[in-house]
């Protein structure tokens, strides 16, 4: 399966909302602190820029208007396209100003995005498997926070791709950088994906690819098996074209 990422940063979002539908508007003004509502601003104009990309519509600001992230009864995020389902998945992730936003087919797929930082023994004991904890032990002390910031991420990916987010117990899945992680930090700076998998209750797994870019570190994962991200903004697609986007938007590929 192929699936195409694009982040964005505060600075790149617009001052004004002119480019949010009218539901969207509503669920901004009901958020009640300065952050969320930056936050949320944040990855909502990340998901319509991804989206934009992978459907070919233009990114006036009308257009995106019509172009709507709202959330389901499970919190995930789900796409409509002049207020119709689009038919295409999506999963966000947003931390430290920065965005990533992951399309593609189907709904079982998640991104999630972690600053690498110091992080405390209760934190490892608390949400880390028997076989993760012995992994981190086994790492050289400077490389720790890098595998503890991709083990968190990857879980999240997974819990977001279960579409449950946080109401599972993290111990009930194991992440495991493929075949180990045995990438220096600078190589793995580089921006390169590699790859990992995530273990579900001994009877799925996820397989999914992570990415190091200054401290923040990405993962995706699938139930399918996964090519590594493509970008979205450098990348054609043939897709499913909804009823009113010829008319609408202009062209758009066939299957």
């Known amino acids: 399966m192929k699936i195409y990422w694009l982040e964005q940063t505060e600075l790149d ?13 509503n669920c901004l003004a009901a958020l009640r602190f300065l952050k969320r509502r930056s936050d949320w601003r944040l990855g909502r104009w990340t998901a319509k820029q991804a989206l934009a990309a992978y459907l070919k519509l233009p990114t006036d600001f009308l257009s995106l208007a019509n172009l ?6 499970s919190g995930a995020p789900e796409v409509f396209l002049y207020g119709q389902p689009a038919g295409i998945a999506i999963s966000l992730s947003h931390r430290a100003g920065t965005a990533l936003c992951t399309v ?3 709904c079982n797929f998640g991104c999630d995005l ?27 002390l400077p490389e720790r926070p890098l595998l503890l910031a991709l083990l968190w991420s990857g879980k999240e990916s997974a819990l977001k791709a279960l579409r449950v987010g946080l109401r599972l117990d993290t111990r009930c ?14 190589a793995a700076d580089s921006g ?6 995530v273990h579900y209750s001994c009877s799925q797994i996820f397989s999914g690819w992570w990415r190091l870019e200054t401290d923040l570190v990405r993962t995706v994962v ?34």
């Open 192 to 197: 390169m994906w590699h790859p990992l998998c």
């Open 104 to 106: 593609g087919p189907g």
């Open 13 to 25: 979002v617009p001052p004004n909302n002119d480019w949010l539908s009218a539901h969207e508007r």
């Open 114 to 140: 972690e600053l690498v930082e110091p992080r405390s023994a209760a934190f490892v004991d608390d949400y880390f498997t028997a076989d993760e904890r012995a992994l981190i032990v086994n790492t050289p």
């Open 68 to 73: 709507e992230v709202r959330a389901a009864s």
């Open 222 to 255: 699938s139930n399918a098996p996964l090519q590594a991200p493509l970008p979205a903004r450098e990348t054609h697609f043939n897709l499913v074209t909804h009823p009113r986007q010829t008319a609408q938007a202009g062209p758009v590929p066939s299957e």
């Open 173 to 186: 899945m194991s992440v495991s950088p493929s075949p180990s992680l045995a990438v220096p930090p600078l």
